[in-house]
């Protein structure tokens, strides 16, 4: 079809038969018009298309890894399929954009405008965000069904697996329901403890899950404890050792209404603040004395599984009680007054 075009403006061409093939390092594409422009299924590799105007552009199944697209116009373009693999674009303006089966590895999208795009069937990895970048509004769902948006990319597949999967509804069911997180330090005269305590759960039908605190000093495993303990039907801390969990469990506990189960080597004293988690948190149970490791396991249903799951129910019924509430005509009658 024959165009008009100044230079480099070829909004509305097709350029599918034209030499755009990105092997060439020197193709520079940057602040043309390429608006409404046919470049599907394309080798524009390592391109340079920074500012360029590709505003409802068809790049459908185009490799742009590792081209520059940082600034680009790319409102409403449709690049189904596209590989955009260690691509920049960052400050680029993909609003309303097709992503649908796109390959986002290494990708930097820092800066960017997402808002409204569709993202069924991305592979996102390692890309790069920052704060301003726009992601309201993402949509997760194939053309043609019911949509559902979110406002994180990175968290959109999870969401999509959770609806769509039953395998994954059947983990999260297990794990919330049977993990037990194992916390400790426990240095090889200890590792009798942490392997009764693993074998003696995993054979009560538990799925434990063990954090050894030997690791090199000065590191903080807060963040990790924290979402392992959120996952966990209830937490063992072995709290003999004065280097095992204090700034974890500090952290961990008076964030999540889950029990904590304390158990302690006779004879050992536990770290300092210990006591003030346990009189200011119930769900930290009193910590249990032990002199060997068959003496636990020996009554881990009575001492250890059955108090955490009498005080997990008592915590879910606490969690499920009707709350207070306020009402805006409180406030108003204030303003007025």
């Not at 649908?100 to 890309?127: H, K, P, Q, R």
């Not at 049977?178 to 240095?187: C, D, E, W």
Request: aromatic residues 6%; charged residues 25%; contains cysteine.
């Amino acid at each position: 079809m024959p165009f008009f075009c100044e230079a480099n403006d070829f909004s509305g061409a097709d350029l599918r038969l034209a030499n755009l093939r990105g092997t060439n390092p020197q193709v520079n594409l940057s602040n043309w018009g390429l608006s409404r422009a046919d470049i599907s299924e394309q080798n524009l590799s390592g391109a340079r298309l920074s500012q360029t105007n590709l505003k409802r552009a068809n790049l459908r199944e185009t490799n742009l890894s590792g081209a520059d697209l940082s600034g680009a116009i790319l409102v409403k373009a449709d690049l189904n399929g596209a590989n955009l693999r260690g691509a920049n674009l960052s400050g680029a303006d993909l609003r309303g954009a097709n992503l649908n089966g796109t390959e986002l590895v290494g990708t930097d999208i820092s800066g960017a405008s997402l808002s409204g795009s569709s993202i069924y069937g991305i592979a996102a990895w390692d890309v790069r965000l920052t704060g301003d970048t726009r992601q309201e509004d993402l949509i997760i769902t194939p053309p043609g069904q019911p949509v559902i948006a979110v406002d994180n990319i990175k968290v959109a597949q999870f969401i999509y697996l959770l609806l769509n999967n039953e395998e994954i509804h059947d983990v999260i069911d297990t794990i919330t329901s049977k993990a037990v997180l194992i916390l400790g330090h426990f240095s090889d005269d200890r590792k009798t403890i942490l392997d009764a305590l693993r074998d003696a759960l995993r054979n009560k039908g538990f799925l434990p899950i063990v954090f050894d605190f030997e690791r090199p000093k000065g590191r903080d495993f807060s963040e990790t404890i924290m979402t392992l303990a959120g996952m966990s039907c209830f937490v063992i801390a072995d709290i003999t050792n004065p280097r095992s969990a204090p700034l974890e469990l500090q952290a961990t506990v008076p964030d999540y209404m889950i029990p904590f189960i304390p158990i302690l080597q006779d004879g050992k004293s536990a770290f300092s603040m210990f006591a003030d988690l346990q009189t200011t948190y119930d769900w930290v149970l009193d910590s249990l004395l032990y002199d060997s490791s068959q003496s636990l396991i020996d009554i881990l249903d009575e001492a250890v599984i059955n108090p955490a799951l009498e005080k997990r129910h008592e915590l879910e019924l606490r969690k499920a009680q009707d709350t207070s509430t306020r009402h805006v005509s409180d406030y108003r009658k204030r303003l007025d007054g």
